[in-house]
């Protein structure tokens, strides 16, 4: 009889406790306090950006590769370039900052978001997105869970993977032997700088005729036109290894100017065939991103 009616007693004070929540719950989601229960993921794809039109086909391709791999996420841009930005601005087109993109997912209510940096080295760029998404993640209210991946060359495996990919995709079939490669790299102030020159012994241990050179670091052109006058190469396919074939591949790689490298292996006999394709045109490239992507997803769940 006792412990039926402390048991009754007890139904009680449980169903009022939950009545209670429930009263809270809803209250407070009136007053829009409530946590965050559903799951809203979204994809943020990072790159520099570009203001060249046909180069828009590497973002293209890997936007419709990243939407088929993850149907129900939404997908976005940020460019990290203020300069391609504004210019793009004033034709009328917006694109966001990284941090304004996530001011945005944030303000649109997705609590979990994989941000991908679509850069070929952790350079500057890729440093600050980092350090700032962390911030945003900091931020109370805001996102539950925030992921950022690598760029394209952080290891000695992707820096093997990713020359494999140019030589059996990129590189024209009808190059003959004691025809050379020439990879245009960017190039930068930055320490990571270092990795084209790693990539530069690990595409000559591939292929002896595969040369590295960038525009903005080491190793230089000089060093490789240098090379190829000593191999006596007399054609070399020209191939930029960036994420777009923009503004670099058009003029400082392929253009018509003295100072391209296509007219400065002219000036030393050299004949060169430009290929312009931006590595984002290339689905096993873009694979390589989406494989990290799929890691940080993972990580979301
Ligand atoms: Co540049």
Same mark, same amino acid.
């Given at each position: 009889m006792r412990v039926g009616r402390l048991l009754n007693k007890a139904v009680v004070v449980i169903m009022a406790a939950l009545i209670s929540v429930c009263l809270q719950t809803s209250d407070s989601r009136a007053h829009g306090h409530h946590k965050k229960q559903e799951t809203k993921p979204a994809i943020l794809l990072v790159t520099f950006g570009t203001s060249i039109e046909r180069a828009q086909k590497s973002f293209a391709n890997i936007d419709k590769r990243v939407k088929a791999a993850f149907p129900n996420v939404e997908v976005r841009w940020a460019y990290t370039s203020k300069i391609i930005r504004d210019k793009l601005a004033r034709q009328g087109e917006q694109i966001d900052s990284p941090e304004m993109a996530l001011a945005r997912l944030m303000d649109d209510g997705y609590n979990r978001v994989a941000v991908q940096s679509? =850069? @070929?080295? *952790?350079?500057a760029e890729f440093h600050e997105i980092n350090a700032n998404a962390r911030l945003f993640a900091r931020m +109370?209210? /805001?996102?539950d869970q925030l992921q950022v991946s690598m760029p394209l060359l952080i290891n000695d495996e992707a820096l093997g993977q990713a020359l494999k990919i140019v030589k059996n995709? %990129? %590189? *024209?079939?009808e190059r003959k032997a004691g025809e050379a490669v020439v990879l245009m790299g960017h190039g !930068? =102030? =930055?320490?990571?700088? +270092?990795i084209y020159s790693a990539l530069m012994y690990k595409a000559q241990k591939m292929d002896s005729n595969f040369f590295v050179g960038t525009v903005e670091g080491h190793p230089t052109f000089e060093e490789i036109r240098d090379a190829l006058v000593e191999k006596k190469v007399k054609k070399v396919y020209l191939i930029p290894f @960036? !994420? %777009? +074939? /923009?503004d670099h591949a058009m003029? &400082? @790689? +392929? /253009? &018509?100017? *003295? &100072?391209?490298w296509k007219s400065q292996l002219a000036a030393v006999g050299i004949q060169s065939v430009p290929v @312009?394709?931006?590595? /984002?045109?290339v689905d096993a490239i873009d694979d390589l991103w989406i494989e990290r992507l799929k890691a940080a997803m993972a990580h979301l769940k």
């Open positions: 679509l =850069h @070929m080295i *952790p350079g +109370a209210g /805001g996102f995709q %990129v %590189v *024209p079939k !930068t =102030h =930055h320490p990571s700088d +270092a @960036m !994420t %777009v +074939a /923009g003029n &400082d @790689m +392929a /253009g &018509d100017e *003295p &100072d391209s @312009m394709k931006g590595l /984002g045109e």
